[in-house]
């Protein structure tokens, strides 16, 4: 009798595509590059299949929230800012930073129904986030035991991918696709029994050697559904890496890089060299996986058993909360 090496989910569901009955993964998800959010500007961006604006209050905090006025559905993006308020270019209604509507063009009492969404929102890693729903189920993550001044590196990929942002997190708990298609062999074989989880996260840490021989110690993992956080040491140095993915529509996903390293204010050159090396790096590392996501038509299929942890982040995504509350406002 012959046993196959080969292990088959029980479950065998595909992970539910974002949008599917109306509805999406709670988490945070960027809107936009912290440059886009312009104080005095009201910009507007396509989020979760509907449209949203981002604005900075008199205190320059950003704050997302639904595009649309409640009066007649004008798009805000083409509003302006008067006196700390979104003014609607319809009728000059006006909506406070919390979504509440302040004033009426006309002079009308306001009706006590015109209000926006305003989604949870905080700024971090060179992005505006949005969370999917009307409190956090976490917090954005931080680097423990970082230096205490990072200089950090900002930027975007090129286009949109044509998948949702879930898929291609799935890379990360995938680690025979990490030996194969990246090139790093782990010092101690694959880290599943390391895998920490949580009900929005999983991390897990290695030690390891890329392709060209550089000595590496990570710890890698995604939070929520779409971001992908990372620090550690490559030859002995430090430096923090995240790529969180926006969701601007169903099955389109936007890719912001975010890379940190420790300043020196004795080398600044050196810092710049470095930040410029590991950023590089990380860019050079997720194009390797793009195009083939690109091209791919996502389906778990039968898995052996490198693919402990990848099956075990299907079953996450399956379980993970979904919901919309911003549906009648940003549609």
């Not at 312009?38 to 299949?49: H, P, R, S, T």
């Not at 099955?251 to 710049?272: C, I, M, N, W, Y």
Request: proline share 8%.
């Amino acid at each position: 009798m012959t046993t196959s090496t080969t292990v088959r989910i029980a479950d065998r569901a595909r992970p539910e595509a974002e949008g599917s009955g109306g509805v999406f993964s709670q988490s945070w998800f960027p809107v936009c590059l912290s440059d886009e959010a312009v104080a005095g500007v009201v910009n507007g961006f396509d989020f979760l299949g509907g449209r949203v604006i981002v604005i900075r209050d008199a205190d320059g905090k950003a704050q997302v929230l639904s595009a649309y006025c409640p009066h007649l559905g004008a798009d805000l993006c083409t509003g302006e800012m008067v006196d700390g308020a979104v003014r609607c270019p319809f009728h000059f209604w006006r909506y406070g930073p919390d979504g509440r509507c302040v004033a009426t063009g006309s002079g009308d009492p306001v009706p006590p129904t015109a209000n926006l969404f305003a989604f949870p929102t905080v700024e971090k890693f060179g992005c505006v986030f949005a969370f999917n729903g009307t409190e956090p189920l976490f917090e954005l993550p931080d680097f423990p035991g970082a230096p205490a001044n990072l200089v950090w590196k900002i930027g975007e990929y090129d286009r949109l991918m044509p998948s949702d942002p879930w898929i291609i997190c799935c890379n990360t708990p995938d680690m025979q696709h990490i030996q194969v298609v990246h090139g790093i062999t782990f010092d101690n074989g694959m880290p599943h029994q390391d895998v920490e989880w949580t009900p929005h996260s999983m991390v897990y840490h290695f030690r390891g050697t890329m392709r060209d021989g550089t000595a590496i110690a990570f710890r890698v993992g995604i939070y929520g559904t779409n971001i992908y956080w990372q620090d550690g040491y490559v030859d002995g140095r430090w430096f923090g890496f995240v790529a969180p993915m926006g969701l601007p529509e169903p099955g389109k996903s936007r890719l912001f890089f975010a890379v940190a390293v420790g300043a020196d204010d004795a080398d600044p050159e050196g810092t710049q060299a470095f930040l410029d090396a590991m950023y590089e790096m990380e860019v050079r590392i997720a194009t390797e996986d793009l195009p083939i996501i690109e091209r791919a038509r996502f389906r778990p299929g039968t898995l052996t058993k490198s693919d402990r942890t990848l099956g075990r982040f299907l079953q996450h995504l399956r379980d993970y909360p979904r919901a919309h509350p911003s549906a009648d406002f940003i549609g």
